[in-house]
């Protein structure tokens, strides 16, 4: 089991910088890789990244973040982190920790990122 909690959301204005973290507990041995997900009302959850445990290198962007979005972890896979730089007003929406542990995934509890034009 795995508990994951989100924090550094708040608002920013365009151009400004926000770094979230995930701070994950329990098994994070069994953790096969971590994302950062986001929601809009009204629209389904999208990745935005994602990096794999295998090689703790693999990460993916999605194409309206790359260059300005970095996902990292800390080494033991305890704590994950979304450095967003250079932010848009279409950054904004609550923001997910996600986990795939085994055969599931874990969630955190979302933390809202609003970017003010």
């Known amino acids: 089991q795995l508990h994951l909690v989100e924090s550094g959301g708040g608002l920013v204005q365009a151009g400004g910088s926000l770094r979230l973290s995930c701070a994950a507990s329990?098994?994070?041995?069994?953790?096969?890789?971590m994302g950062w997900y986001r929601q809009t009302p009204g629209m389904e959850r999208e990745l935005v990244a994602s990096i794999v445990k295998t090689s703790g290198r693999d990460t993916y962007y999605t194409e309206s973040v790359k260059g300005r979005f970095t996902i990292s972890r800390e080494n033991d896979w305890n704590t994950l982190y979304l450095q967003m730089d250079s932010q848009l007003p279409e950054d904004t929406g609550v923001y997910y920790c996600?986990?795939?542990?085994?055969?599931?995934?874990?969630w955190g509890q979302g933390t809202q990122v609003t970017v003010s034009k």
């Open positions: 329990g098994d994070t041995i069994g953790i096969s890789g």
């Open positions: 996600n986990a795939a542990y085994y055969a599931t995934e874990f």
